[in-house]
Nanobody
Framework: QVQLVESGGGKVQPGGSLRLSCAAS????????MGWYRQETGKERELVAT???????SYVDSVKGRFTVSRDNAKNTVYLQMNSLKPEDTAVYYC?????????????WGLGTQVTVSS
């Protein structure tokens, strides 16, 4: 059974930083591409960062230079370091394995962690 537990969210002022964590179980983590998504209220979920098992990363343009994704395969955990946060980064953040799907073909999701950027 796949389980994803995101943590580390909170409220921060513009320009601040947060580090999100996602503990994954039930997937072959060391061979799984992991992604961080976010969903603002009323909008579709957006892929913001990915990391391959070997550490190759990619980012959506809006977070390049501010967010850094990393992973610890020994701990089955993926991280998202978010710096220079902006109000438009406010969203619920989720992680998901990009190459693992439910029997019905959907992505696996956890409960997410809320990030609020506001003064």
């Amino acid at each position: 059974q796949v389980q994803l537990v995101e943590s580390g969210g909170g409220k921060v002022q513009p320009g601040g930083s947060l580090r999100l964590s996602c503990a994954a179980s039930g997937v072959p983590f060391s061979s799984t591409i992991m992604g961080w998504y976010r969903q603002e209220t009323g909008k579709e979920r957006e892929l913001v960062a990915t990391i391959t098992p070997y550490g190759t990363t990619s980012y959506v343009d809006s977070v390049k230079g501010r967010f850094t994704v990393s992973r610890d395969n020994a701990k089955n955990t993926v991280y998202l370091q978010m710096n220079s946060l902006k109000p438009e980064d406010t969203a619920v953040y989720y992680c998901s394995p990009l190459n693992s799907f439910t029997p019905s073909g959907s992505r696996y999701w956890g409960l997410g962690t809320q990030v609020t950027v506001s003064s």
